[in-house]
């Protein structure tokens, strides 16, 4: 069974490492914050002082982070960077949301190491990633892809590549805007239904019947209605995606900008860590 490496145990990668755990896979794991190691070390994961240390046996080295910076720094920094500790063969997956720029720096990095990198960025929050339910949208050596494919199945229910490197990255972002954009709008059209007045709940049940309802909408407006906004995925990470969004574009994207405007004065108002539905705060008197 191959042995793995897993690098950054924030709430979506810790999840994801105990699922490649509980899936009997031999696991190091490493976290700026030493603490968050603390429950995998009990477990009977391998705790790892650097990247570079965690990478050294590990057949595959994975990575969960916040950024495009997180990401260069944790495989590349000198001396302690996983990219320094791969052995001869070992396949580099990146899951974290980079921007396509990003993803492809990192990718000629690894090049100039002999370092295949695939990017693997998930959709999908805590919940589905706690329930092994995301989805991975992968780019790179569809080679490499083959041979870790088996061990995306203990945290997906689909693997999709999509091609190169920068592949990924477009549908994790096209993935992101699209959810964004959908929760900016039904936060200003719940405002308008609450100053006019009506059932807020029944006036979106009758909505919801019609062809316009997305699936993801009964999770963005139940949210929004029940106020119930602890951290699935929060402002803060919505609006950076927006920017790697408006990076990535040749052209205007108004719509995008908009949203992510919404987002940006969402963190100005303190809601930055609190779920991207929060929102709606903005429409609230």
């Not at 999840?15 to 190091?28: E, Q, S, W």
């Not at 994961?45 to 570079?52: F, I, L, Q």
């Not at 009506?198 to 993801?216: F, H, N, R, Y």
């Not at 990076?247 to 940006?264: H, I, L, N, T």
């Amino acid at each position: 069974m191959q042995k793995i490496a897993f690098l950054g145990l924030g709430a979506m990668g810790s999840r994801m490492a105990k699922n490649l755990l509980d899936a009997g896979y031999p696991l190091t794991v490493w976290n700026r914050s030493k603490a968050a190691t603390e429950a995998f070390a009990k477990v009977g994961a391998t705790v790892a002082d650097s990247p570079a240390e965690a990478a050294k046996e590990a057949d595959v080295v994975m990575v969960m982070v916040r950024d495009d910076d997180a990401s260069m720094e944790v495989w590349s920094a000198p001396e302690h960077g996983a990219f320094n500790g791969m052995k001869q063969g070992a396949i580099a997956v990146d899951s974290s949301t980079l921007s396509v720029a990003g993803v492809k720096k990192l990718a000629d990095v690894a090049k100039q190491r002999g370092i295949t990198l695939l990017e693997a960025p998930v959709s999908g929050t805590r919940k589905p990633a706690e329930n092994a339910q995301l989805v991975y949208l992968v780019g790179g050596d569809k080679a490499a892809f083959d041979k870790v494919e088996p061990l995306f199945r203990a945290n997906a229910k689909a693997s999709e590549y999509v091609g190169d490197i920068g592949s990924g990255a477009l549908a994790k972002l096209a993935t992101n805007a699209m959810l964004g954009i959908q929760a900016t709008a039904f936060a200003e059209l719940i405002g308008m239904l609450k100053h006019n007045g009506v059932d807020v709940e029944q006036t979106l049940k009758a909505v919801s019947a019609t062809t316009v309802w997305a699936p993801i909408a009964n999770y963005l407006t139940s949210t929004m209605v029940e106020q119930n906004f602890a951290p699935q995925f929060p402002v803060e990470l919505v609006e950076k995606d927006f920017r790697y969004v408006e990076q990535a574009a040749g052209a205007d994207m108004p719509v995008s900008k908009a949203a992510r405007a919404v987002f940006r004065k969402a963190m100005e108002q303190g809601f930055g860590g609190e779920n991207l539905t929060a929102v709606a705060k903005l429409y609230q008197k």
